[in-house]
């Protein structure tokens, strides 16, 4: 094995497994006879006879058909042999082939053991009587294949491919064909119409020939030849040319489907239609299946089966030969059409009906799947509107939440702000109170509060503006604060009173905000802005005293005054 090549030794390989093991010396000395090819050094081995015994059974699967063709005369029968020598030989030949395979076994052994050894082996043929009994012929290029030779033998074309328009296929075809038109010449022209007519014969295999049939609710035309009978060639030149019989095909929408029983498809066909003379032709539909010992009512209830209608073999000559085209013409159009029109319209009418309420059908779920979907849609839009609407509720509730919040921290900003300013307030009138009481009294102002009452103060000349504020700040006191509970001390820092005051003004950088009012000379009206340590005795308008108004900036200051107000005999001007 060291001196094989990798091709060899896989040869080798596959043979030993083909035998279940074996000596690998023998295998090689076969291969070596055999030029190393697997399937002969098989074949040398087994003696052929698994592959012998497969082909006995390949009869048993044929396609069950209903046959119906009771209604023929006896003209196909006569082209047949006798009946006494097609039985003899019917029963000879399996007799034959069982009592010779034992021989045929033994002479395989012989054969592989003087093959082994490389001594010629003699040949005994008259006493070799094993044969198979019908072998399976191998693919030859199936409907295609043959209906160019068809076309090429009788310089005919299809029907089909003349009829329809240019580029258009003629819609019988039942798989891919490798055919191409030969309805035009190379240039293009249109043929002659003179020109000899086949029949529309659909490509593909025997069994989708017969799925068409089904599905259209067709007559199929089953054509079979074998070169082997002399009766072929003028049945393709004379039948199968003959121009009623194509146009009768062609017009009553016949499915033919053709092919030669060397090919496999064309066999398995014939196995199943049980054709044993050819030419043979077959017309096959869909008809009711029969039911014996059964009623009307489960006969109609039965699907239809497809039918073997009439079987026609034998010389296609003299004009009343069974496939003659005469003969058949008449058949077709006397016999079958009558007979499987009214049955196969009725089931073309049937499913019409059942495609019409499918569409409708298809309609209504349709017209309910859109109607749902519409539904769904404005269900969906109005559930997602309401969640728009709430999160929009939600956020702007939120909102007023947070404003409120805000307002609410605002409001006690401010009503802190108020109650440390209302403390500083009533801190300055008790202290004030006190330093008014001490030292000389020259200086006597007038004081006009907002609310049009007069308050009289004495000033000593040594008081400033901030004492003056200080004054009419106090007077601005609402009533309900009673003077008994004023702070005793400054809310903030210790030390002289009117610096704790200004130092407490100057913080807000703006003293107007810090005061609320503003006071003015009563005539002639000039402002008297606050000014921290400003003496009232250095002030023009009010040297030896003098009347001032008090205006508010912000009326939040006061709501009332502390009614220490006095009238002191003076006319004063009213606003």
Not at 291 to 297: D, K, N, P, T, V
Request: a negative charge; proline letters at 5%; glycine letters at 6%.
């Amino acid at each position: 094995m060291n001196d094989l090549s990798s091709t060899q030794e896989a040869a080798v390989a596959q043979l030993r497994e083909l035998t279940n093991g074996g000596d690998d010396e023998v295998a090689i000395s076969v291969l070596r006879t055999v030029e190393w090819d697997v399937q002969r050094a098989a074949d040398m081995i087994f003696g052929n006879v698994a592959s012998s015994s497969n082909r006995a059974n390949v009869t048993t699967q044929v396609e069950e058909f209903e046959i119906d063709d009771l209604e023929q005369d006896d003209s196909p029968r006569r082209s047949q042999p006798p009946a006494s020598s097609s039985f003899l030989a019917l029963m000879t030949r399996p007799v034959l082939t069982v009592l010779s395979f034992p021989l045929h076994l033994i002479s395989s052994i012989f054969r592989f053991i003087f093959g082994v050894l490389r001594i010629p082996f003699p040949r005994f043929h008259g006493l070799n009587f094993y044969s198979p009994l019908r072998p399976r012929p191998q693919y030859r290029g199936g409907a295609d294949r043959w209906l160019r030779e068809l076309e090429e033998e009788t310089g005919a074309i299809s029907i089909g491919r003349v009829k329809a328009p240019k580029g258009v296929s003629s819609g019988t075809e039942a798989g891919p064909s490798t055919l191409s038109s030969r309805g035009t010449t190379s240039a293009g022209d249109p043929v002659d119409e003179n020109r000899l007519l086949l029949p529309d014969f659909v490509s593909g295999t025997y069994e989708e020939a017969l799925k068409i049939c089904q599905r259209d609710f067709r007559v199929g035309c089953i054509i079979l030849v074998s070169e082997e009978h002399d009766d072929v060639a003028q049945f393709k030149r004379t039948t199968l040319t003959d121009p009623a019989f194509v146009k009768s095909l062609h017009e009553n929408n016949v499915l033919v489907w053709g092919g030669d029983v060397r090919d496999r498809e064309a066999w398995s066909a014939a196995e199943k239609l049980q054709a044993t003379t050819y030419p043979f032709v077959a017309f096959v539909a869909l008809q009711p299946r029969r039911s014996f010992g059964a009623g009307a009512s489960s006969r109609s209830s039965a699907p239809p089966t497809l039918t073997v209608l009439s079987r026609h073999q034998g010389k296609s000559t003299p004009a009343s030969g069974p496939t003659s085209p005469q003969t058949l013409l008449q058949h077709l159009e006397t016999q079958v059409l009558p007979r499987v029109s009214a049955f196969l319209d009725r089931l073309r009418g049937q499913q019409r009906e059942r495609e019409r309420d499918r569409e409708i059908r298809d309609e209504q779920d349709r017209a309910f799947r859109d109607a749902a979907r519409r539904d769904t849609e404005r269900i969906q839009a109005k559930i997602e509107a309401e969640r728009l609407q709430k999160e929009a509720e939600r956020h702007a509730e939120g909102l007023r939440r947070e404003e409120e919040a805000m307002l609410r921290a605002e409001e006690e900003i401010r009503e802190q702000q108020r109650e440390h300013r209302m403390n500083w307030r009533r801190w300055t009138r008790r202290a004030f109170e006190a330093k008014l009481g001490q030292g000389s009294k020259s200086l006597r102002v007038a004081i006009r509060l907002p609310n049009g009452e007069r308050s009289i103060q004495q000033f000593s000349p040594d008081h400033t503006l901030t004492t003056l504020y200080a004054v009419v700040d106090s007077c601005l006191i609402p009533g309900e604060y009673s003077r008994s509970e004023d702070p005793d001390s400054a809310p903030e820092g210790s030390g002289d009173i009117e610096a704790l005051l200004e130092a407490h003004v100057r913080k807000l950088h703006d003293p107007s905000k810090y005061w609320g009012f503003r006071i003015a000379s009563s005539y002639p009206r000039v402002e008297i802005p606050w000014e921290g340590g400003v003496q009232l005795s250095t002030i023009s308008h009010l040297k030896g005293g003098g009347q001032v108004v008090v205006e508010l900036v912000d009326t939040r200051i006061s709501n009332g005054h502390s009614g220490h107000d006095s009238d002191d005999g003076y006319d004063t001007e009213e606003d």
